[in-house]
C-alpha cells in the first residue's frame, strides 16, 4: 500500500521512524516533509499535501492511505479534512484507529508526536493500515452525507424524530 506522510517539527522524529517502518513492512511511503528540523515550520504546507496525495491516488483507484503527524495531531487533522475526499481522524489509542477505519472509512490519521511514546504510535499506525471498512449500509450512508455536503454545502434533511425541533438552518 501507498502511504502519505506530512508532519511539523514536533512530528518529523515519528515521520522519519515510520518511512522507514513502512518500507520494513512491505509499504511505500510518501514523504512529503519536513525533511529538516525547523521550529517554524507550518503543518498545513506538509500535511495538505500528504492529504492531495492520498486523494489523488484514490481518485486513480490506487491503494492509498496517509498519516500526519505533529504535537498533538489536531490541526493535522484539520488541515488533511480540508481536502476534498479526505476523511482524516485523531486517534490516541488502538480502538480509535479502530474505529476510525470500520465506522468511518478515515483514509488519513493524525498522530500527535508529544502525546505518546514512538512505539504506541507506531502500533496505532499499524492498526490503522491493517484494519477494513466494514461497509456496514448505516456507516456508508453516514458517509455518503458528508460527502454530498463537502461538494453540495446542503444540509442532509432532519430525520422525523428531530422535527419541531428545528435550528434556524431548517
Not at 14 to 39: N, T
Not at 144 to 155: D, I, K, M, N, P
Request: aromatic share 6%.
Amino acid at each position: 500500500m501507498r502511504v502519505h506522510l506530512g508532519s511539523d517539527h514536533a512530528g518529523l522524529e515519528l515521520k522519519d521512524h515510520l518511512v522507514a517502518w513502512l518500507r520494513e513492512q512491505g509499504h511505500e511511503p510518501v514523504d512529503h516533509g519536513p525533511f529538516v528540523h525547523d521550529a517554524l515550520d507550518d503543518y498545513p504546507v506538509f500535511c495538505l499535501r500528504a492529504a492531495e496525495g492520498v486523494a489523488a491516488d484514490q481518485a486513480a483507484g490506487r491503494d492509498a492511505l496517509g498519516v500526519v503527524i505533529g504535537g498533538s495531531g489536531n490541526g493535522e487533522q484539520m488541515a488533511a479534512n480540508k481536502v476534498l475526499g479526505v476523511r482524516c481522524a485523531l486517534v490516541w489509542s488502538e480502538e480509535t484507529a479502530v474505529l476510525a477505519r470500520e465506522h468511518n472509512d478515515a483514509n488519513v490519521v493524525s498522530v500527535g508526536g508529544r502525546m505518546h511514546s514512538l512505539e504506541e504510535m507506531t502500533r496505532f499506525v499499524e492498526v490503522f493500515l491493517g484494519t477494513d471498512f466494514t461497509g456496514d449500509e448505516r456507516h456508508v450512508r453516514r458517509i455518503g452525507q458528508l460527502a454530498s455536503y463537502e461538494t453540495t454545502r446542503v444540509l442532509p434533511p432532519l430525520p422525523e424524530s428531530a422535527r419541531g425541533h428545528e435550528s434556524s438552518d431548517a
